[in-house]
């Protein structure tokens, strides 16, 4: 009987180790979204690679909370470098699939340190717990970020922090 509990609970580590694997899209090389998409798990973009977001393009984020604290789960986190090339007349929104009133919906964007800068050009966040998460060097200009929970842009680099 104790073996047959040992092996169950083993079982279940392993199950939930693959879910949790399972449950994000690791990008490893230049990759660019030119069309609309809704996020249904989190990304990660690795370090030797780049995330371009096109002008006009809207992220949709599904709401996913697997750990039930009333926050959603999903995230993206960039050790390689992100750019969002947004306009005044097109800008990138990346938003709840559905109105809501949540203040975190989602994570937010975490831009982890790296030796390759990012850059935010026109960009519309809204109901992240941390809209931007700054680790890292970013030039960013035509930020909106609405309705974000604890805080919408922290920055916290080891390099000079700046805001121009």
Same mark, same amino acid.
């Given at each position: 009987?104790?073996?047959?509990?040992?092996?169950?609970?083993?079982? =279940?580590?392993?199950?939930?180790?693959?879910?949790?694997?399972?449950?994000?899209?690791?990008? *490893? !090389?230049? =990759? $660019? /979204?030119?069309?609309?998409?809704?996020?249904?798990?989190?990304?990660?973009?690795?370090?030797?690679?780049?995330?371009?977001?096109?002008?006009?393009?809207?992220?949709?984020?599904?709401?996913?909370?697997?750990?039930?604290?009333?926050?959603?789960?999903?995230?993206? *986190?960039?050790?390689?470098? @992100?750019?969002?090339?947004? $306009? %005044?007349?097109?800008?990138?929104?990346? !938003? %709840?699939?559905?109105? *809501?009133? +949540?203040?975190?919906? /989602?994570?937010?964007?975490? @831009?982890?340190?790296?030796?390759? %800068?990012?850059? @935010?050009?026109?960009?519309?966040?809204?109901?992240?717990?941390?809209?931007? +998460?700054?680790?890292?060097?970013?030039?960013?200009?035509?930020?909106?970020?609405?309705?974000?929970?604890?805080?919408? @842009?922290?920055?916290?680099?080891?390099?000079?922090?700046?805001?121009?």
């Amino acid at each position: 009987m104790e073996i047959r509990v040992l092996t169950t609970k083993y079982l =279940t580590c392993i199950l939930a180790t693959i879910t949790l694997s399972a449950a994000q899209t690791l990008i *490893t !090389k230049d =990759t $660019t /979204w030119s069309d609309d998409l809704i996020l249904r798990k989190s990304v990660i973009v690795s370090e030797n690679a780049i995330l371009t977001i096109k002008a006009g393009v809207s992220v949709f984020i599904e709401y996913i909370d697997t750990d039930n604290d009333e926050a959603g789960d999903i995230e993206i *986190t960039v050790f390689g470098s @992100i750019h969002i090339d947004g $306009t %005044p007349e097109a800008m990138v929104a990346i !938003k %709840p699939v559905q109105n *809501t009133v +949540n203040k975190s919906y /989602w994570k937010g964007i975490m @831009i982890q340190e790296s030796n390759y %800068p990012s850059n @935010i050009e026109f960009l519309k966040l809204s109901n992240a717990q941390i809209g931007l +998460n700054i680790k890292s060097k970013l030039r960013a200009r035509g930020l909106s970020l609405d309705n974000c929970g604890s805080i919408g @842009i922290n920055i916290e680099s080891t390099l000079s922090d700046s805001i121009d």
